[in-house]
């Protein structure tokens, strides 16, 4: 008797629920056991993946029965599926599939396509022909589900599934948005407290304190949700975001919006809402965690100050008279004005650079670091913690409503009355609305600088042994220029450079923890680098962009620039070993 396994995939269950109705877990399942029967198959096992739809790739219970499969834990002879569409998601998918299969000598069968058997050849080339045919329906019902919208947002603007946001209700019969008075003041003070200079933090706050809309609770992310959605103007957009996964979703570029103007009553003017975008975009660069010249390769730049004039030192690069690029470091106030103004000379930043960051090792004793170390670190991991329980309650609770959706198309599936679909249909929308807003919000987590505690420990057990702090600042000379810069930046505010008589120079370095100034007198010049720094640092850099490209194991998307911060923190934990051997 041949050992058969079945095999159920129930696509994730939405509002459009009707259109799985016909291929529910149950009517998988006895479709299989009754051609099992028929054959006279013996159905030893069922796998089952629910609410996991075809076009992603997570499917565990699909794994597992081929990790099996793969590993002979269990020397099935046989997988029956209900139909091809719920075994393989694309044709290539199918074929990888089939190969290993047939390695392992395990047929394939669909019970309601009785000519899909991979025992015959005939059958092996059907399977390819309908593969790639679902392939195309799937590319083809996405196309048309995406089209139908765009064609939908441009001639009516109506609101087109999703939820109404803070300050809209959507009205039943028209489906557009019309103004909710309260709601709508609530709106109108969040983006006033802004322009008036409050932070997000204040506001959220402020709206607790006044329990406004009687409600408790109010959350940052809500809040910025609310400053940056163009539908208060009046506006409707869409395609603003694109999933990239089970659950995930990604921002679309301005270009690829579709915006439908003056679609409904706008709570708040263009003008405004303009500001506010502005406001936002000049506060997060003044954000005190985030390095404050950005984008700036070099070391130095507005932290060197003037003595002579008081402006900052900026870079700049020239040829030297051997056709060879130097880059120096320039007063902006002589280079503002004129030679008059400031006669202070330009600095090599090959030659000033190094000497500063040798100067820490040398007034930045272990005790100190280590303390400061400890603070941030406990910083870092406190708020991580108070973030990650905050993102996991809402994950809790969405999974809460994923679980009464279930139970109703359940519901639904179960009965034989019509009726009953329509009944439950607004529940269903409203429900479905309540999980896509807490799935805003969870996503909002992820955007904001939320540091994985995990890497944040690996790298602390990196550089504090016992007592001892073992960050150098030979290990910091190895780091790429940002990255220097974001740990000088935090310990030095500015470093005024005067000239001597003799030639030398007098730096004087003023530092942002509390701590005396340093005077350093240096004829610059003669500063001496250290022969294998470049080497060592074009290894480090290799690191980065292989683990920026291709490293770490949770990252499925495109070659993306990360904060360099968050990238150090990666590759100390993916790639300890390859760091050693280079160091
Ligand atoms: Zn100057």
Redesign the pocket.
Known sequence: MKKAVGYIRVSDMGPKAKVNLKESQETQLSHIKNYCEQKGYELVEVYEDLDYSGGTSKRPAFQQMFNEIKHKDNDYDVIVVYSLSRFARNLKDLLVHIDIMEEHNVEFASATEEFLRTDNYMGTFMINILGAIAELQRMQIAETVRDNMIGIARSKGRFLGGIAPLGYNINPKTKKYEINNEEADVVETIFNMYLEGKGIDTITQHLIRERALGREKYSKSTIRSILVNPIYTGDLHYNRRKNIGEDRKKWNGEDQWIVNEDSHTPIISKKIFNEVQKLMKEKSNNNPFRNKHKGSKHLLSGILT??????HYFANAKLNGSGNKYEYYI????QRHSRA????KGIRVDKIDPLLIDSMNHIINQDMLLKLFNKQFEEYTSSSKKKLSEKLNLERQKNKIQEQINRLVKKVIESDDKRLEEIYEENMIELKEKSEELQIEIENFDEDDMYNIESLEAFKKMLVKGDKFELTMDFVKMLDKELQRDIVSRFIDKVIVEELENGNSKLTVKYKIEMEDLQIVKKINKVKVKEDFDERREIFNKILNHVAHCGYDDYTGPPVSLDKNELILKIIKHSQMLIHQCL
């Open positions: 003037c003595g002579n004039c008081g402006n007063c902006s106030g002589k103004f400031c006669q202070a």
